[in-house]
């Protein structure tokens, strides 16, 4: 998604755990010759990390506000790290920033995976945007939850989509 928003001449500013995954990447963009685009390694349990990457981001904004995108993250991480993650997001985004975010779907437990052997937290499309608007200061401005979004192979996973922006 990173080398995606890169080639459409977006600035992108991206973070990962995993240091090999940081550094296959940084082979990728490489190979495809883009100089807009910085990959970190840190947790988003970091405050001050995601506090600092979020500064760097700005300084690279021309209308002075950012996009924020997540796709399928949100569901990797424990609740306490999506807590942590989504009150740094409302603590450090100024009015008019926008989020995106992918995440699969509650009901999407009980499906077979393709890939089996990995943490998921399935989280209900509800519950997130109640976090979001009752508790974070965001308002929602779309959101959908269905299968047909996200295929990958022969699963068709539940997924919840949700944009919103910093009031």
Excluded at 28 to 56: A, E, T
Excluded at 64 to 77: D, E, P, Q, T
């Amino acid at each position: 998604d990173s080398i995606f928003f890169a080639r459409h001449d977006f600035r992108v500013l991206s973070m990962d755990l995993s240091e090999v995954a940081i550094n296959q990447n940084i082979q990728k963009v490489k190979s495809h010759n883009l100089d807009n685009v910085d990959f970190f390694q840190g947790s988003v349990s970091n405050l001050l990390l995601i506090k600092d990457l979020i500064n760097k981001a700005r300084k690279y904004s021309v209308s002075g506000n950012l996009a924020v995108y997540s796709r399928f993250f949100l569901h990797s991480l424990d609740e306490g790290q999506e807590d942590v993650f989504l009150k740094t997001l409302a603590d450090v985004l100024v009015r008019g920033d926008m989020c995106y975010i992918e995440f699969r779907d509650k009901e999407d437990e009980q499906i077979d995976k393709t890939y089996d052997n990995h943490y998921r937290k399935f989280s209900s499309l509800n519950n997130i945007i109640d976090k979001l608007s009752s508790k974070l200061g965001f308002i929602v401005e779309y959101s959908l939850s269905s299968r047909g979004v996200a295929k990958y192979r022969e699963e068709d996973p539940i997924v919840n989509r949700i944009i919103f922006k910093k009031v």
